[in-house]
């Protein structure tokens, strides 16, 4: 659908030179003379690069709608990362690095939101936190304040955390997706 250049948000894809583009950020700039223009950064949602568009204020810009689905992971393999659609049943493969780092997060049965256009999916957002065991945890040491400090622990799909010092190996904790840090004890 076409918009305006000055409704755009971050946030927003658009079609620019035939490229799929997430707005990240925008600017408007208003010259002692002349027009006011729109100072646009985006990123190419295939190839990651980012670009600087000025537009002016009332240029038609081609603004595309995303489909988002609620997808149930079953299991990964050489191929990607593999979903099914909650209603249809329909399986799609994902790349890793369409997932990006939460991939480690990801547990048999998860319910994640993806979404794609045209078929192909752009991006996937999972659950803001996860419940996950502790394997191997270091041992406190005496002295150690609880507020300030905290040890390096090994979770069960492998990742590192850094953790209070009186959680022990075999505690389940709450870690957050975006950037796999400690949020809290979990409660069984």
Excluded: W
Excluded at 31 to 58: C, F, H, L, W
Excluded at 121 to 138: F, M, N, R, S, Y
């Amino acid at each position: 659908m076409k918009v305006t250049a000055i409704t755009l948000r971050p946030g927003n894809v658009i079609d620019h030179n035939g490229k799929l583009c997430v707005v990240t950020k925008y600017e408007i700039i208003q010259p002692g003379k002349g027009a006011s223009v729109m100072q646009v950064e985006v990123k190419d949602i295939r190839t990651g690069s980012k670009d600087n568009i000025r537009y002016r204020t009332q240029e038609t810009v081609e603004r595309l709608r995303l489909e988002q689905d609620d997808y149930q992971f079953l299991y990964a393999d050489d191929d990607g990362y593999n979903f099914m659609h909650n209603e249809t049943y329909e399986q799609v493969s994902v790349p890793g690095d369409v997932i990006g780092e939460p991939k480690q997060f990801l547990q048999e049965g998860m319910i994640v939101q993806i979404e794609t256009y045209e078929g192909e999916p752009l991006g996937a957002q999972l659950p803001t936190h996860v419940t996950v065991e502790i394997v191997e945890a270091d041992p406190v040491v005496k002295g150690q304040t609880a507020s300030s400090s905290y040890k390096p622990a090994v979770l069960a799909n492998g990742a590192r955390v850094m953790v209070p010092p009186h959680i022990e190996s075999g505690t389940r904790i709450v870690v957050k997706t975006e950037d796999g840090t400690y949020v809290e004890r979990a409660k069984d």
